[in-house]
């Protein structure tokens, strides 16, 4: 992708899209190539011996042994471990004959284990018990899907029509996942191995799944870390604003600069970039829009950051030519919904940000729109999204545990609705207002293609 052809979208050009098409599709002249982590590159040595890492084992690159022997002993009183030679000093190197467990557990400790990875007899026991309750409620499902599996062939009495589907309310979308998380809230994987699924779900993620998130992290903080947009959204614009006209040219301009960015974090993923040219272009042009509420949660930081920035337009008069529209402030509050839902569920965590955009932007039907042309190749999307999902579900299961995870995807899921709903309802405001108004050839061009103005 090469961004210096996206400059051109600076000036008023009527093809834009085929400007845009061009960046797309252009070799990354003039972009410093960033740096990939692989097996070879990386030392995957056991950080506490030197042994050969299996995975991250408690937070930390480790063996089999050290994870063993971290587990046995890491609430053991460090009074009662006595270093072999009392000095402190013992080697714990994997080809040691007789290794110190002081100084074993010394090095674990310092080298970040944590101890709170670790279950007790009490976790145990309540996991195998939801374990034989799942095993049982799985069964009651099979008989009962069994006998109504004929009900289900029959043709439905009443079809909803696409467009009204797109209407459906928050209130309702609220009910469906909360009869989910009844059903599903204590659901957990079944395995007749209850010691492998311990070790495979609470503290190691595998080499291969690290490898690829701390590459996309680097990608997400190298793009956005030291070049932001301004926290006023409006790029220090705002004496700018005058009326109406002037407070949508001013949003494009900071809308359009947080797309470049976007596009600039995706041009260097590898899935991203092998995809079909037209199929690149789609999905940048109709999900990006989807995406800025989640942009600018990592912009503010805190919900209170936001607020007060949200205070402060509101008294100094920034935003009034834009709310004096009752669809605008409705788009608004719910906008506003959707950040307050964000922050907790993104904890400021780059993973957890560029993860989910990745989610988001490889998603087919993301934009609702139904003139958006199909892809090329659907199941080269749908392999990437599903990549980066699996991706997501990995590091918050090694995180925070499985039934965090449960929770975390169904909350993830009615946020998906909810952005989808609000970027429909404000795409249409901001397309409507724009063909509307005098600021046309003040627009930033770029918003063109995403608002789909010709």
Known sequence: ?????????????????????????????????????????????????????????????????????????????????????????????????????????????????RKDFIRTEEEKQRRKQRLEENRSISLKRSSISESTNSSLTSPPAHVVPKSESHTESFDDIDRLLMDMNKDDNNIFHESDDLNEIEDMLFGTLPIDDWLTIENVRSIFVSNFQNNQPQSNDNNNNNDDVTDHDSALVVWSHWASKIGLQLINFFGQIDEFEKLNDEDRFLLVKFNMFSLFPIFKCYIYKTADEYYLSEKNKR????????????????????????????????????????????????????AMNENQPPLKDELVVHRAQNHYIKLLWNYLINKKGETYTYKYFNELLLIIFRIQIVSNESREYFRKQFIASNAMDKMAPLMQTFLNIS
Do not use: W
Request: overall charge positive; aromatic content about 6%; proline content about 4%.
């Open 1 to 113: 992708m090469d961004l210096a052809i996206l400059t051109e979208l600076s000036e008023l050009n009527p093809k834009n899209d085929q400007i845009f098409k061009r960046a797309l599709d252009s070799p990354h002249h003039g972009r410093p190539k960033q740096v990939k982590l692989s097996k070879k590159s990386l030392d995957l040595d056991c950080t506490i011996c030197g042994d050969h890492a299996i995975g991250f084992n408690y937070d930390v690159l480790s063996c089999a042994s050290c994870k063993a022997f971290f587990r046995r002993n890491a609430n053991q009183s460090l009074e009662k471990l006595r270093c072999l030679t009392g000095h402190g000093k013992c080697s714990v190197a994997h080809d040691s004959h007789r290794k110190c467990p002081r100084c074993r557990l010394d090095r674990c400790l310092n080298a970040g284990m």
């Open 315 to 366: 008294e100094e008069g920034h935003c009034r030519p834009l709310q004096a529209c009752s669809s605008r402030e409705r788009i608004h509050e719910n906008f506003q919904n959707i950040m307050l839902s964000l922050f907790p569920m993104t904890e400021q965590d780059p993973v957890l940000f560029s993860l989910i955009m990745l989610i988001f932007i490889f998603s087919q039907g993301l």
